[in-house]
């Protein structure tokens, strides 16, 4: 089973607007041509690098094996290495809500990447919802995800692990 994370439409709004309001300003500001084509380059380039990270469409993969996911980098446990596995029935108002982004992007309930979490533990979160997630304490790692299709992620899971209610 598959979930595919897409992008919020602020997320999108943002990495389209903000570039095009600094590229409209250097173009208005008096100076050398050249540098102005420089800059307009570079924003180019980092705006690129932010797309390709942030907005890009992230999915999360549940088979009999365990779980994966390839947001920013490879994260993947298999099903034995679980220690717990946990459902939160209200995100916004547990002690596991993501408080602090260590690395990452958040906006909105749009999160993913490593946050502090409430409760002071360090954890991978990916989120699409501040209602129902499932949490899991793998080793010595605190994972959460609440994808918008959160009942057909659970139903997938629900199949090869317990599930703390």
Known sequence: MEIVFQPSWLAIVLVIVVP???ALSIWLKKGKRAVKI???IALAVIVGF???LFIRPTRIVVDQQGLYTDVYFEHRFQWGQVKEAGLIPDLG???FEPAFRQNGMAIGFDRKGYFSLKN?????VMTQTDDRALYFSVEDKIYLFAPKDFDRFYDAVSKYITIKE
Do not use: P
Request: charged residues 5%; contains cysteine; negative net charge.
């Open 20 to 22: 095009c309001v600094a």
């Open 38 to 40: 420089v800059s307009t």
């Open 50 to 52: 932010v797309a390709f």
């Open 93 to 95: 108002a547990s002690e």
């Open 120 to 124: 002071g533990q360090n954890a991978f």
